[in-house]
């Protein structure tokens, strides 16, 4: 049996986590099973995120060829061990392992893919439907967020942005090789908030400078959400003659915005690339896997949504794949007699968020050449950061690294890459820290492949830095630039 305790920094401080109270009554669980305990790996997290997609102790399968079993993972929150039964909790997942028909669970797809799970799908309708998530809740969605806003709009940093953006283009002034339109991109564009701070500082810079950029601009907006760019557009309203707002799919940027290839001279991103889909893979004995998953929904809420509906259990799988297919206002029409208003499809839709889980397995990666990132990108690109690690789980980030690569396409070879989020820029971090998936609000938060998305860009001839984001204290946030290497 091999012990991971991941969260080394709890182990010690004003209040560290006794892991001896937690792993006992697990591990005399465990014995009491039939489990072959010599092919027993028990992972330790502390999932930080208050809601997510595991129980408190979640069984793994480590699977081999042909689907047979090769060993188990016993994964433990020890954030939520307190108060916790925990020699039940780990009787009760063993027994639904062993028999899963007693788990009495609502699955809402076959095994998959991480990236192709539905809770992606899920992640999709927030953003489609944000505006009646948020008249239900009674809050927008950056409420959602640590601290209740966004990094994006701090002034100090738009500044300091601009200032350098300025100084590029007074160089090529100075060569007569500045281009009339000056192109500026943002991806992800909130409520407006961060454009308005940087087109206010923008205008006001540039005529403390004296130079017509504020007139030669043409700032960009793009999301994927209409109802977002709706209130984008509001926000900036002062700078209409400077902007136009396009929706578009993160993940494939240059669909959308082909026609600024090679001229933008800033692209700006804040908090996108967490927010895309991505699988996870695992360097587990020397061999590598992904992590397949299940979503489902357990019996305690599929009994609260059968409640919701005045329905047996047995019609909510059937009913969330319609919320999904055709969102809370179809879903209201179509189950009239059901959800008799959209209010009510939308509090359907957040009860089963709430209760969305995930089951996981290990599957066996046969060939990093013949696993596909993106469709740029091979899991070749994963061997530096796997290749004499140990073992180790960590996002692949698929949705990001596909975004990444096609908007370093829009780049004028002067231009950055801007963006802040949460990176994980050294892969040493798997080995201490739960990377995610977490919920925020009707959305998914992973922290970023930050080691793969620098090795990537550098591979195709761009200078990839990441530093600390310094204009607020205590923020995970870290920001990547990107330029061609001079």
């Given at each position: 049996?091999?012990?991971?305790?991941?969260?080394?920094?709890?182990?010690?401080?004003?209040?560290?986590?006794?892991?001896?109270?937690?792993?006992?009554?697990?591990?005399?669980?465990?014995?009491?099973?039939?489990?072959?305990?010599?092919?027993?790996?028990?992972?330790?997290?502390?999932?930080?995120?208050?809601?997510?997609?595991?129980?408190?102790?979640?069984?793994?399968?480590?699977?081999?060829?042909?689907?047979?079993?090769?060993?188990?993972?016993?994964?433990?929150?020890?954030?939520?061990?307190?108060?916790?039964?925990?020699?039940?909790?780990?009787?009760?997942?063993?027994?639904?392992?062993?028999?899963?028909?007693?788990?009495?669970?609502?699955?809402?797809?076959?095994?998959?893919?991480?990236?192709?799970?539905?809770?992606?799908?899920?992640?999709?309708?927030?953003?489609?439907?944000?505006?009646?998530?948020?008249?239900?809740?009674?809050?927008?969605?950056?409420?959602?967020?640590?601290?209740?806003?966004?990094?994006?709009?701090?002034?100090?940093?738009?500044?300091?942005?601009?200032?350098?953006?300025?100084?590029?283009?007074?160089?090529?002034?100075?060569?007569?090789?500045?281009?009339?339109?000056?192109?500026?991109?943002?991806?992800?564009?909130?409520?407006?908030?961060?454009?308005?701070?940087?087109?206010?500082?923008?205008?006001?810079?540039?005529?403390?400078?004296?130079?017509?950029?504020?007139?030669?601009?043409?700032?960009?907006?793009?999301?994927?959400?209409?109802?977002?760019?709706?209130?984008?557009?509001?926000?900036v309203a002062e700078h209409s003659g400077q902007v136009s707002s396009i929706v578009v799919d993160a993940t494939d940027p240059t669909a959308s915005l082909g026609f600024l290839r090679h001229k933008a001279f800033l692209v700006y991103i804040s908090n996108v690339y967490d927010n895309l889909p991505t699988d996870e893979v695992a360097s587990i004995s020397g061999r590598t896997y992904r992590v397949e998953v299940?979503?489902?929904?357990?019996?305690?809420?599929?009994?609260?949504?059968?409640?919701?509906?005045?329905?047996?259990?047995?019609?909510?799988?059937?009913?969330?794949?319609?919320?999904?297919?055709?969102?809370?206002?179809?879903?209201?029409?179509?189950?009239?007699?059901?959800?008799?208003?959209?209010?009510?499809?939308?509090?359907?839709?957040?009860?089963?968020?709430?209760?969305?889980?995930?089951?996981?397995?290990?599957?066996?990666?046969?060939?990093?050449?013949?696993?596909?990132?993106?469709?740029?990108?091979?899991?070749?690109?994963?061997?530096?950061?796997?290749?004499?690690?140990?073992?180790?789980?960590?996002?692949?980030?698929?949705?990001?690294?596909?975004?990444?690569?096609?908007?370093?396409?829009?780049?004028?070879?002067?231009?950055?890459?801007?963006?802040?989020?949460?990176?994980?820029?050294?892969?040493?971090?798997?080995?201490?820290?739960?990377?995610?998936?977490?919920?925020?609000?009707?959305?998914?938060?992973?922290?970023?492949?930050?080691?793969?998305?620098?090795?990537?860009?550098?591979?195709?001839?761009?200078?990839?830095?990441?530093?600390?984001?310094?204009?607020?204290?205590?923020?995970?946030?870290?920001?990547?630039?990107?330029?061609?290497?001079?």
């Open positions: 049996m091999l012990v991971d305790v991941r969260p080394t920094r709890r182990l010690r401080g004003s209040s560290p986590v006794d892991v001896s109270a937690a792993l006992g009554p697990i591990v005399e669980a465990l014995g009491q099973d039939t489990v072959d305990l010599s092919r027993l790996r028990v992972v330790c997290d502390w999932v930080q995120y208050k809601h997510n997609f595991r129980d408190v102790i979640d069984i793994r399968p480590i699977m081999g060829n042909a689907s047979s079993e090769m060993g188990l993972e016993a994964a433990v929150d020890l954030r939520r061990c307190a108060g916790t039964d925990l020699s039940a909790a780990t009787a009760t997942a063993l027994r639904e392992f062993h028999h899963p028909g007693s788990a009495d669970r609502t699955y809402l797809e076959p095994w998959t893919a991480g990236k192709d799970s539905c809770i992606w799908e899920f992640n999709s309708l927030y953003w489609q439907a944000l505006g009646r998530w948020e008249e239900v809740s009674g809050k927008d969605y950056e409420q959602a967020l640590p601290g209740g806003s966004s990094d994006g709009r701090n002034q100090d940093a738009a500044r300091e942005l601009i200032l350098e953006l300025f100084d590029t283009w007074d160089e090529l002034a100075r060569l007569s090789s500045l281009p009339e339109q000056l192109y500026v991109v943002e991806l992800g564009v909130g409520n407006g908030g961060q454009a308005k701070t940087w087109l206010d500082e923008f205008r006001e810079l540039a005529l403390i400078r004296g130079v017509d950029y504020y007139q030669r601009l043409h700032y960009i907006m793009g999301d994927y959400s209409p109802h977002v760019l709706k209130l984008a557009q509001d926000a299940r979503a489902y929904v357990p019996r305690e809420g599929t009994l609260a949504l059968a409640e919701m509906l005045s329905s047996s259990p047995d019609q909510v799988g059937a009913v969330v794949g319609k919320l999904l297919r055709l969102g809370p206002e179809l879903l209201a029409e179509a189950l009239l007699g059901q959800l008799p208003d959209v209010p009510s499809a939308v509090r359907f839709w957040q009860e089963a968020w709430s209760w969305l889980r995930l089951e996981e397995r290990y599957v066996p990666l046969e060939g990093l050449d013949l696993y596909q990132i993106c469709p740029s990108v091979t899991g070749e690109a994963l061997r530096p950061i796997l290749e004499d690690r140990g073992d180790l789980r960590m996002q692949v980030s698929n949705g990001a690294v596909a975004s990444f690569v096609e908007t370093l396409r829009l780049l004028h070879p002067y231009g950055r890459l801007h963006c802040h989020d949460l990176f994980v820029t050294d892969a040493r971090r798997y080995d201490s820290h739960f990377c995610g998936p977490g919920k925020y609000d009707g959305s998914i938060v992973n922290w970023v492949n930050g080691a793969l998305v620098q090795y990537i860009g550098n591979r195709r001839g761009f200078e990839v830095n990441y530093s600390p984001f310094r204009h607020r204290e205590g923020t995970n946030i870290t920001t990547l630039t990107a330029h061609v290497r001079e």
